[in-house]
């Protein structure tokens, strides 16, 4: 332990406005330097998946199509022990160290990769970029829920989760030329597109530097002061801007005594102990939204191509308005997550997407479909599921305390990533030949039936969580009881 951490701990109890004035802020230019700092990761992920995906390497590096997913398999599991580890050190040793290292990380990896001349540099490589995407999710999320004000939450972080499929597209679009050969030799293209993220991560690592740690960790490790600090001058600029602040009551002080690393037995006890159905809702949104989104999205070229005739080189063109679909999901709905309510908008989105991709099924299976409706139909589909995915993390980001934030984000990442990871191969078995449609008709509708239940359970279990204080959610391990506190 250091002797700063030591000297924290030993401070004692002090009681603290810093929740309750991060939440009353109105939505000022600090919060854009959040969202754009921190949201960005997203656009550059979707971006270099899509790149990546389309593997224009495959000839340059002589690799097998099995080699080709094998670079795909082993950048997801980089992102879950990236999620695990990252995850942990984010609550230990702060969101900003964290959200800082793992873009670098995330970034060396993707551009170094670019250089490859074997399978096994990529692979390795690869996996190092996917080591910071992972740590990403667990730092940036915290970090998200923790600066923005309680009744602009829901929205945002939905809404930059999603943003993930606004890079997807343009990642699609870049593919158009960089995988030209009328235009880049085939040893190029596919390695300028590796470059691309490394030269935008230059901009964002200069943004994120003037994005602060976040004050309820500080506050939560014996840094009152500091968080104080934090909390004046993001104040002092709004004040700036010509809107007056009213004082913060003191009667909504909370009163937390510092905390170093929480023990894993800790961790358990508030997952299953503490907490049993807020687990298994996280859990079961995790699951459900990543076993669907990987059961279509790996196989959708395989289902044109294989069931609707077409050339691999059109499968591009049908791609941009699943994506655009996808991405106008957070868009039009994160709002209502914060107005109407979290269980009623995760039941909803959930429960009609699984439902329009049933219709989907039963259409598909009677041939009703051409690829240009079964897209359509596709597209509506994941504009619901898109928003309640992004759902999924903002959810087991705020019903958990603070101090394990990160981790709880972290496990229930790499618990549906894990899950998800056997649906391409499941729903790529049932797709064969593209003979008989049966087999995938059954896949799809026990994607939707999966999809559904995932709704369902959070309907059931479910926090209204909207425009609440993450202190009135879960109180956070550092707080003092009041019993106590009168000792």
Not at 151 to 174: E, H, M, P, V
Not at 186 to 200: A, D, M, Q, S, T
Not at 341 to 366: D, H, K, N
Request: contains cysteine.
């Amino acid at each position: 332990m250091s002797s700063r951490m030591a000297a924290a701990l030993n401070k004692g109890p002090h009681a603290s406005l810093v929740p309750a004035r991060m939440d009353r802020l109105p939505w000022t230019r600090f919060h854009w330097s959040v969202v754009v700092g921190l949201g960005v990761s997203w656009i550059l992920d979707g971006l270099e998946i899509q790149i990546v995906a389309a593997a224009g390497y495959q000839k340059s590096l002589g690799m097998s199509a099995t080699e080709v997913g094998f670079a795909g398999s082993i950048y997801l599991v980089g992102q879950v022990i990236g999620a695990l580890v990252f995850g942990r050190l984010a609550d230990r040793l702060g969101r900003r160290k964290l959200f800082i290292l793992t873009l670098i990380i995330y970034l060396a990896g993707s551009g170094i990769a670019g250089l490859a001349t074997e399978p096994w540099f990529l692979y390795v490589f690869r996996f190092v970029a996917g080591l910071g995407i992972g740590g990403e999710y667990a730092a940036i999320n915290s970090a998200i829920d923790e600066l923005i004000p309680a009744k602009y939450r829901g929205r945002i972080d939905i809404i930059i989760n999603g943003t993930y499929w606004g890079g997807a597209a343009l990642g699609a679009f870049a593919n158009l030329f960089l995988l030209n050969t009328d235009i880049f030799d085939e040893n190029w293209g596919w390695r300028i597109g590796f470059f691309i993220g490394p030269v935008l991560g230059l901009i964002i690592i200069y943004l994120r530097r003037h994005i602060p740690e976040s004050p309820r960790w500080l506050m939560t490790h014996g840094r009152e002061d500091e968080a104080e600090r934090t909390v004046d001058e993001i104040e002092r600029k709004v004040e700036e801007s010509g809107v007056r602040l009213e004082p913060v009551p003191q009667e909504k002080a909370i009163k937390v005594e510092a905390t170093g690393s929480i023990p894993f037995g800790t961790i358990w006890r508030v997952l299953w102990k503490d907490y049993p159905k807020r687990t298994v809702m996280g859990l079961s949104m995790m699951i459900t939204q990543s076993f669907l989104y990987n059961a279509i999205f790996f196989t959708y070229a395989l289902v044109l191509t294989n069931f609707y005739g077409l050339d691999a080189s059109q499968v591009s063109l049908y791609f941009f308005p699943f994506a655009i679909g996808n991405l106008l999901g957070p868009l039009l709905l994160g709002h209502f997550f914060d107005t109407w309510g979290r269980r009623q908008m995760i039941f909803l989105t959930y429960v009609v997407s699984g439902a329009v991709l049933a219709v989907s099924a039963f259409l598909f299976s009677i041939d009703a479909l051409t690829a240009t409706t079964q897209t359509i139909l596709w597209c509506v589909s994941f504009f619901f599921a898109s928003a309640g995915a992004s759902s999924a993390y903002l959810t087991v980001s705020e019903i958990f305390p603070l101090e394990m934030r990160s981790q709880v984000i972290s496990y229930m990442f790499a618990v549906g990533q894990l899950v998800g990871a056997f649906a391409p191969t499941i729903y790529g078995s049932l797709i064969g030949e593209g003979e008989d449609r049966g087999p995938l008709t059954i896949g799809y509708y026990l994607g939707a039936g999966i999809m559904s239940l995932g709704g369902v359970v959070a309907a059931v279990f479910g926090v209204a969580a909207e425009r609440k204080s993450l202190e009135d959610l879960a109180d956070p391990l550092s707080k003092v009881k009041e019993d106590a506190a009168a000792q």
